[in-house]
């Protein structure tokens, strides 16, 4: 039974059962009320301080004293300084909000706008309790060089501000710094042991020394001029990204938490991943890397590799590989035996004579364009959306067996029939320099942008795509070209067929047309008053009513042309 006194205790009194427990219990206990009682008194050594009022706020002795220096050097009253802090603050600082804090007479947040307090060079006295800084980017005048004294200080985001100099004098709670997009040529953290975050990145170091900081789990420093980053001591480390320096080599901890790891362009020969087992995410884009063992790696979900010189991808390893990106390199075969779950693959650019689909059912996007293909099978990725497959050496395509594909390129090929007609989310379509003698579109309710220039095309059925908005069909053998079903048409290149008339009542919203090299001996240019572009030399005009085009800026026709109306742009 415990009494009355007991329970009304901050911490009850030990039972006889705890009384006789072992000295750990007992320690434990002891920690736990002494950590209670500090904060207790800590909370109570605030509240008893003297204050200072100023306008609206009280003020604890230390932070009075710093808001006098601060008026002082601004030739401001106090109360106007503590007015426009008050007003001040960041929406947005990597997903937090920053705003002037009051708490008990001391600031504990602070937001400096250099636009309302133009103040050259910071000083701290001692005994502030902020923890959360953040600097404004500014035209003013702002400080080249910040030095901070805040023991208190857990977050600073001084991110575009111009710094070429930043000293950590005193900062041993800081966790979180943001000191991104500046002039910095040197950072010392050694003052700052506790870091978990660190953004550093678009500055110009050429050194980054991390010992002792074996907290930090996330690290930008991209866009400088490293040229060694040594990671050994950050076994938490979770996030890396040291893209766009002038790293040879990565010295990696041990044993390391890193899910991701962004190292693009530098110039990387050799990328040990063995200490990286919980790997998930991984871009080693534009390196001069010749082989990449991914053996450590299993549960990496994304590689990108793009713009190396691999001569081969060995996938048994990454069984839940979900996109890869590995173009500009030089594979002459990819195996995707290992990835069933593959959703994204760009391979553009090597050296692939064929390509095997049937293991990855699932995929999505497929970028192949620039290699060596004759064949490509399609029956295999009903779910394809994006497909761009040109300059291959395709001499036919299956396109009705990817229903759901939305955009399609497959222009330089040596493709001579097409037939689109049964891919109703088709919005895109890019088939030009093939040998095409046969276009079907079909109903294509969703079709917008059509280019399929520089085939043999004698005539093209544009009454059942009605959404179309961009049609290039130039360097064809068109004798004829209904445009009555698009009158969304926006954008019209018809140059070089064989065109007698050209229709122009039904698109009256057409902006740009070139109809050079044809036969047309008319142009309803009345029907057309928002063209601003205007090329039809090479014809059989001769006459042409321009009277009403007051947005013409690019004109161009034969010189024998007469004209009704003079164009506010040039003629050529």
């Given at each position: 039974m415990i009494d009355n006194e007991e329970a009304r205790s901050l911490i009850s009194r030990p039972s006889g059962q705890l009384a006789t427990s072992d000295g750990a219990a007992r320690g434990i206990l002891m920690r736990m009320t002494s950590g209670v009682l500090a904060v207790a008194r800590a909370q109570q050594a605030l509240h008893d301080q003297p204050t200072h009022q100023v306008g609206e706020h009280k003020l604890r002795e230390a932070d009075h004293r710093q808001v006098l220096m601060w008026a002082q050097a601004l030739a401001l009253s106090p109360e106007e300084v503590l007015q426009r802090l008050a007003q001040a603050c960041i929406d947005n600082a990597h997903g937090e909000a920053l705003a002037f804090v009051l708490d008990n007479g001391a600031i504990t947040s602070l937001v400096w706008d250099f636009d309302a307090l133009p103040l050259a060079h910071f000083e701290w006295v001692d005994g502030l309790q902020i923890r959360r800084l953040g600097f404004k980017p500014s035209t003013a005048l702002t400080p080249r060089k910040l030095s901070i004294r805040l023991p208190r200080l857990d977050f600073l985001w001084c991110n575009r501000v111009g710094l070429t100099d930043l000293q950590l004098h005193t900062a041993p709670a800081l966790t979180r710094l943001f000191c991104a997009y500046n002039e910095l040529i040197d950072l010392d953290l050694s003052a700052a042991p506790a870091l978990t975050t660190l953004a550093c990145d678009n500055n110009q170091l050429s050194e980054l020394k991390l010992t002792g900081l074996s907290a930090l789990t996330t690290l930008w420093c991209q866009e400088n001029q490293l040229t060694e980053l040594d990671l050994s001591d950050l076994a938490q480390l979770n996030l890396l990204v040291c893209d766009y320096n002038r790293l040879s080599a990565l010295q990696l901890p041990e044993a390391s938490t890193l899910s991701e790891l962004w190292c693009r362009?530098?110039?990387?020969?050799?990328?040990?991943?063995?200490?990286?087992?919980?790997?998930?995410?991984?871009?080693?884009?534009?390196?001069?890397?010749?082989?990449?063992?991914?053996?450590?790696?299993?549960?990496?979900?994304?590689?990108?590799?793009?713009?190396?010189?691999?001569?081969?991808?060995?996938?048994?390893?990454?069984?839940?590989?979900?996109?890869?990106?590995?173009?500009?390199?030089?594979?002459?075969?990819?195996?995707?035996?290992?990835?069933?779950?593959?959703?994204?693959?760009?391979?553009?650019?090597?050296?692939?004579?064929?390509?095997?689909?049937?293991p990855v059912p699932q995929l999505h996007e497929l970028w192949c364009r620039e290699n060596q293909l004759t064949v490509l099978a399609l029956a295999a990725v009903p779910n394809l959306h994006l497909l761009d497959c040109s300059s291959n050496r395709l001499m036919m395509l299956a396109a009705e067996a990817v229903p759901a594909l939305t955009k399609l390129w497959c222009a330089d090929n040596h493709i001579t029939r097409l037939d689109v007609s049964t891919l109703q989310s088709l919005s895109l379509l890019v088939c030009d320099n093939n040998q095409i003698a046969s276009l079907q579109l079909g109903d294509l309710p969703n079709l917008t942008e059509l280019w399929c220039r520089h085939n043999r095309l004698t005539q093209l059925d544009l009454s059942r795509v009605p959404a179309l908005s961009a049609l290039a069909c130039d360097h064809n053998a068109l004798c004829m070209l209904d445009l009555s079903a698009v009158s969304a048409l926006t954008l019209l290149g018809c140059a070089h067929n064989q065109l007698r008339q050209l229709a122009l009542m039904g698109v009256p919203?057409?902006?740009?047309?070139?109809?050079?090299?044809?036969?047309?001996?008319?142009?309803?240019?009345?029907?057309?008053?928002?063209?601003?572009?205007?090329?039809?030399?090479?014809?059989?005009?001769?006459?042409?009513?321009?009277?009403?085009?007051?947005?013409?800026?690019?004109?161009?026709?034969?010189?024998?042309?007469?004209?009704?109306?003079?164009?506010?742009?040039?003629?050529?």
């Open positions: 362009g530098n110039q990387l020969t050799r990328l040990p991943l063995a200490a990286m087992p919980g790997l998930r995410v991984l871009n080693c884009n534009h390196n001069h890397l010749r082989e990449l063992d991914l053996a450590s790696v299993p549960r990496l979900t994304e590689l990108w590799c793009r713009h190396n010189l691999l001569t081969q991808i060995d996938l048994a390893a990454v069984p839940g590989l979900l996109s890869l990106a590995c173009d500009h390199n030089q594979l002459s075969q990819l195996d995707l035996a290992a990835v069933p779950q593959l959703t994204m693959l760009s391979c553009n650019h090597n050296d692939l004579t064929q390509l095997d689909l049937s919203r057409l902006s740009k047309l070139w109809c050079r090299g044809n036969q047309l001996i008319a142009l309803n240019l009345p029907a057309v008053p928002q063209l601003t572009l205007l090329d039809c030399g090479d014809n059989r005009l001769t006459v042409l009513d321009i009277r009403n085009l007051s947005q013409l800026g690019v004109f161009a026709a034969d010189p024998t042309v007469g004209l009704l109306g003079i164009p506010p742009g040039r003629r050529r």
